[in-house]
């Protein structure tokens, strides 16, 4: 897909809040952790599937990523008020928003189980897979998302195809 196929993602004055804010700087650090922390927690998650070692590893695991995801959803909110003016479902990242929602969901749903101790382990890491498969979704949305950035990035910064035909 070339860049003049993509939907234009940021106005002028919306690339200089973004560029401008401190919280793109947060989510720039938060995502990569995040998404190592998911790794590790996914090693875990399925070799205690597998094998029924280190449950209790497993079952924290998912806590923590719990915990970072929340973190990366409360700032990602504040960055997307900073830069589009609503701390949710900006029509730029709308679709990433909906997805992101039932990431959390699911991910809320893990917490309350385990906290409560409702259901197996077995049964809490299942749903733990359930939650990372919507989390695999959400992230490949974003990058799709940070791609057309890109995308965007490069045409504004190239010359005008009338300023080309001219040289």
Same mark, same amino acid.
């Given at each position: 897909?070339?860049?003049?196929? #993509?939907?234009? /993602?940021? +106005? ?8 401008? #804010? ?18 590790? @927690? ?7 599937l597998q094998t029924g070692?280190? +449950? ?9 990523? +719990?915990?970072?995801?929340?973190a990366i959803m409360i #700032? ?11 701390? /949710? ?18 991910? +809320? ?5 385990? $906290?409560?101790?409702? $259901? @197996?382990?077995?049964?809490?890491? /299942?749903?733990? /897979? ?25 045409? @504004?910064?190239?010359?005008?195809? @009338? ?5």
């Amino acid at each position: 897909m070339q860049a003049s196929d #993509t939907q234009v /993602l940021y +106005t002028p004055a919306q690339r200089a809040r973004r560029d401008a #804010t401190a919280w793109t700087l947060v989510q720039g650090v938060l995502a990569p952790v995040q998404f190592l922390i998911f790794l590790v @927690s996914l090693y875990l998650v399925v070799q205690c599937l597998q094998t029924g070692v280190n +449950t209790d590893w497993a079952l924290a695991s998912v806590v923590l990523k +719990t915990m970072v995801l929340y973190a990366i959803m409360i #700032t990602g909110a504040i960055w997307e008020k900073v830069v589009f003016g609503q701390y /949710l479902f900006a029509p730029a990242f709308f679709w990433e928003d909906i997805v992101s929602m039932g990431v959390l969901a699911l991910h +809320t749903a893990y917490l309350w189980v385990w $906290w409560q101790g409702l $259901w @197996s382990a077995t049964d809490q890491l /299942l749903l733990a /897979l359930a939650a990372y498969m919507s989390y695999g979704i959400n992230a490949a949305q974003y990058i799709r998302k940070l791609r057309m950035a890109r995308l965007q990035k490069d045409t @504004s910064l190239s010359p005008l195809p @009338s300023a080309q035909a001219s040289l």
